[in-house]
């Protein structure tokens, strides 16, 4: 069964601080990682996207990925009591079926964060 | 403004019910899914469509249905099969195809809160 990995958390950090989030995954032939918020009782919201090794910046958001060690995490700095969601990670692997490659979403972290 | 609506926004199933959960878009996006979402899970793929008339299990299938008669519109049937189907039901898209950095980036419509009484 291909995995994807997160902490459920949950992550509280102070305002102003930076966040960090991580994810682990199995497949080590996936070329997509996605994080996507989802605020409580609302529909997932992709923030980053990333397809190769490094760094992604966007706004207070970063996104690092390192393929060799099957592993992606979130940086948000300057964190806000606005970003308090749960955050998805979401890999694009082979299907259970083995037939297809399709996004497979971790577990979620939820992160507070303290004013 | 482009973007997927789902409807309605809760439902309520009494046991032996086959209910249908709509999904529209209007992105021009080529691919479609259906999730489901449990309390403290992730998302875990239904059914999902590439192109107009064809349509591929996910990993959960049982006692679902779907159709694709229209690039704009994939609804979801929870049969009275399913045995625990109260869950939050999520419709993406993305612009589909099997090439290319942002073919598989999926975007969500707000969701169906299903609950069987």
């Known amino acids: 069964q291909k995995e994807v990995e997160q902490n459920s958390g949950p992550l509280s950090v102070p305002e102003g601080a930076i966040a960090s989030l991580n994810c682990t995954y199995s497949?080590?032939?996936?070329?997509?990682f996605f994080w996507y918020r989802q605020y409580s009782g609302k529909s997932p919201e992709l923030i980053m996207s990333i397809y190769s090794n490094g760094d992604k910046e966007d706004g207070r958001f970063t996104a690092q990925l390192n393929k060799a060690s099957q592993y992606v995490s979130l940086l948000i700095r300057d964190s806000q009591p606005s970003d308090s969601a749960t955050y998805l990670c979401?890999?694009?692997?082979?299907?259970?079926?083995?037939?297809?490659?399709?996004?497979?979403f971790g577990s979620g972290t939820q992160l507070t964060v303290l004013p | 403004d482009g973007g997927i609506t789902q409807s309605p926004k809760y439902l309520f199933r009494k046991e032996g019910q086959n209910v249908t959960l709509s999904c529209e878009q209007n992105l021009n996006h080529d691919a479609m899914y259906w999730y489901r979402q449990d309390p403290g899970q992730g998302l875990r793929l239904i059914y999902y469509?590439?192109?107009?008339?064809?349509?591929q299990k996910g990993d959960i299938a049982e006692g679902y249905s779907v159709s694709r008669e229209k690039k704009e519109s994939f609804p979801l049937t929870v049969t009275s099969a399913q045995k625990n189907p109260t869950a939050f039901y999520l419709c993406?898209?993305?612009?589909?195809?099997?090439?290319?950095?942002?073919?598989?980036?999926?975007?969500f419509g707000p969701g169906t809160r299903l609950t069987v009484l």
């Open positions: 497949d080590r032939g996936s070329q997509s």
């Open positions: 979401a890999v694009n692997m082979i299907s259970f079926s083995g037939s297809a490659r399709q996004l497979t």
């Open positions: 469509s590439q192109i107009v008339n064809d349509f």
């Open positions: 993406a898209s993305s612009i589909g195809g099997t090439s290319g950095a942002s073919y598989n980036e999926q975007v």
